[in-house]
Every structure is written in C-alpha cells, then in structure tokens.
C-alpha cells in the first residue's frame, strides 16, 4: 500500500509565499515523475508542475516564474515553494506520483487559501 502525506497549505495573504511537501511512503519500488494539482472552488484540477526522476521539470504558464517544483529521490519527497501568491492561486493543492510501472497515486491535498 503506499500512501501520500502533503503538509505545508495554510492561509496566507497576497504577495506572500508558501511552500508545500509530499512524503510517499509503503511498497514503491521507484518512482518516475512527481507533481502538483490544484483544485480550486468550482474548478477542475488541474495541473501545476511536476518532475521528473532526472530532475526535468514543467509548470502551468499561471504559475511559471513564481513556483518552483523540487524532489528528493532519497526520501520520496516532492516540495512545491509558491511565491508571490495570489488570491487566484487559492485552491487545495494535491500531489501524485508515478512509478515507472505506470501505477499512480494521489495524495488527499492540503488547502491554500491566499487572501486578498
């Protein structure tokens, strides 16, 4: 069983800055890419940025230049630092990784709330 414990959302205001962590834990034998969604009131989720085990990374044009993704292979643990937030950026943020079998799994999301 592996599990997915996110940690770090809160509420912050505009222009401030968060930084959110991921711990995959259980049977994971190695895994391929890491990211971040968000899901923000009466929106779709979407993708925010992800990683990959080399270490390449892709974020959303909305959140380029402010958000920066990052892992750490050794502790299955993908970070996302959020700077210059904005209320639009308000959204519970989940994580998901991938093994290189294919298999994905989610984490249950924590919540950002950035206040105007």
């Known amino acids: 069983q592996v599990q997915l414990v996110e940690s770090g959302g809160g509420l912050v205001q505009a222009g401030g800055s968060l930084g959110l962590s991921c711990a995959a834990s259980?049977?994971?034998?190695?895994?391929?890419?890491m990211g971040w969604y968000r899901q923000g009131p009466g929106n779709q989720r979407e993708l925010v940025a992800t990683?990959?085990?080399?270490?390449?990374?892709d974020y959303a044009d909305s959140v380029k230049g402010r958000f920066t993704i990052s892992r750490d292979n050794a502790k299955n643990t993908v970070y996302l630092q959020m700077n210059n937030l904005k209320p639009e950026d308000t959204a519970v943020y989940l994580c998901?990784?991938?093994?290189?079998?294919?298999?994905?799994?989610w984490g249950k999301g924590t919540l950002v709330t950035v206040s105007s």
């Open positions: 998901k990784i991938q093994t290189y079998s294919g298999y994905g799994y």
């Open positions: 259980g049977n994971i034998f190695s895994i391929n890419l």
């Open positions: 990683i990959t085990s080399g270490g390449s990374t």
